[in-house]
């Protein structure tokens, strides 16, 4: 049976600020692509935020005049999210430091586009996990309105 990712207090972990985050993921600016992770329950789901804002980098190029948030940073920010409730449930649960890589992405669907304003959120499920290696269903929401999806496939491999 799994044990509950606690805090340090003991309370059950059910959001991720963005230091948490800091803590589980080897990702930096620009490259890390979620602001804040709630709905946390263990390492089975979690919803992972993203405000999307004009400043950022990316827009420079894509598309100048129409800023279209890419797709495949979509998907890699469902992956980032999915990565940092695994690491924070193991961490919880007396796991070695480790980083998460993707392995996979399957099934992967664009259905309208996201830009500048608009906050993303990243519903992930995990499929399965053995030991090293796991599934996620993922899902981009904006709105409440479905704008991707796919599944995310990963390795859990040692830290430093």
């Known amino acids: 049976m799994d044990k509950v990712a606690q805090q340090a207090d003991g309370r059950q972990l059910t959001t991720l600020e ?31 935020i993203k405000n999307v804002t004009y400043n950022e980098p990316i827009f420079q190029g894509h598309f100048p ?4 948030f890419p797709g495949v940073l979509i998907i890699e ?8 409730i695994v690491i924070a449930h ?3 649960n007396g796991g070695s430091k480790s980083i998460v ?3 996979t992405i399957d099934k992967a669907k664009f259905r309208k586009p996201a830009g500048p304003g608009d906050t993303i959120e990243f519903h992930i499920r995990k499929i399965h996990r053995r030991r090293t290696v796991g599934r996620y269903e993922a899902r981009a ?6 704008i991707a ?12």
Request: hydrophobic share 50%; charged share 20%.
């Open 101 to 103: 890589l993707m392995l």
């Open 65 to 68: 005049g129409k800023p279209v």
């Open 149 to 160: 999806e796919a599944e995310v496939g990963a390795m859990i491999v040692p830290g430093e």
């Open 18 to 48: 963005i230091g948490q985050i800091l803590e589980c993921l080897p990702h930096r600016y620009p490259f890390l692509m979620i602001d804040r992770i709630v709905k946390i329950d263990r390492d089975e789901s979690a919803v992972g």
């Open 77 to 84: 920010a469902m992956a980032q999210t999915a990565g940092a």
């Open 90 to 92: 193991d961490s919880a």
């Open 141 to 146: 929401m904006v709105d409440g309105q479905l």
